[in-house]
């Protein structure tokens, strides 16, 4: 009786039933739901915590961000669906609070492309000024293991750096983007080396033009945070032949153990004080919070590295950042960039290293109770 009256109290207020009604919809992070009620942070922050206690949202973390989304299990899910399903549908509050969630979407998508767009070019170089002897691809060699790899399908593939190397691995590789230019660099890069990948332009990672049950295995590099989970998820499905996995990594720096890192942050806050993706502790969870009913475990791993860097290039890294080149307008990044540069020639010598922590995990797409072999299950609830 407790837990239901908790989680009754926690939703009794006027904001907190709109943060219902709007993560129904899919994950956000606490900026983009600043954005969409018209709340300062700590207020917007505040009312989260009061939901996620009683188990009517969950909170995770995805390298360095935090999402919120609707709870699936337990007294505080079956509240909040049942909520929802009280709230009336013509409310006008509700209508702009949606209008302002298909503006944020719409918006982070168009910022992120237009960023990988501009930088298709160049993307291979700025990648390979900070990865560090390509760690982040090998994370995904790893985690994929060492038989025979079928046909691939690499998501948000960028200019194909893990895509060509599952090639030279002997996989069919196909990889997908949201940006032309990125593909056109690319196929280009594939061409160069005698590489067979199919790559394509998607409208996103949500709606591959590919058949179902085309792969034996779905890779996300450093990417996966940027989808929409539960469209993903089910597209992921929808793709993956039985018992195929599905391979995420992410690589991120440790502001906690670096001082570079530490201070690069601060640069970053003050031009972009809604940023949220700062002061990551480190933490990688075996299991990672949005698996919760959704997906499981096959295996996981996570190692440290001491990444040498020039100054250019961790500007180049730090350009790269989801809080400055995907987020900030020209002008302010190049603002940000002439900070960082003069911070790290007063702090740091021409060469350093800075520590990160990549992490990898191999995961079965499907909720733990279904078969990802019965194909009438599958259809019964919509995978």
Known sequence: MEALLSALRAAAEPTRLRLLAILARGELT????????????????????LLCDPGLLQRWPEGA???????????GARVARTLLELLPAADPELARDLEWLERVRRDRAERATAYFRDN????????????????VERAMLKAAGKGALGDLVDLGTGTGLVAREFARRGAGVSGID???GQIDAARQAAADEGLAVDFAVAAAAEACPFADASFDVVTASQCWMYFDLGRTLAEVRRLLRPGGPLVTTHFSWLPRADPVARASEALVLRLNPAWQGGDWSGAVAAEPAWTAGRASVRAMFWFDADVPFTRESWRGRMRACRGVGAT?????????????????????????????????HLLDPWPPDQDPGDPVARARKGF
């Open 120 to 135: 298709a070019a160049c993307w291979d170089h700025i990648r390979s000024l900070y990865v560090g002897e390509a760690a």
């Open 30 to 49: 606490v900026s983009e739901l600043t954005r969409v009620l018209h709340q300062s942070q700590p207020r917007v922050s505040r009312h989260l915590k």
């Open 178 to 180: 949201v940006a032309p």
């Open 65 to 75: 961000w935090v999402f919120y989304r609707l709870a699936e299990r337990g007294e």
């Open 328 to 360: 900030l307008p020209a002008e302010q990044v190049a603002g940000f960039d002439a900070e960082l540069a003069a911070w790290l020639d007063d702090h740091v010598a021409p060469a350093f290293t800075v520590r990160h922590r990549i992490d990898a």
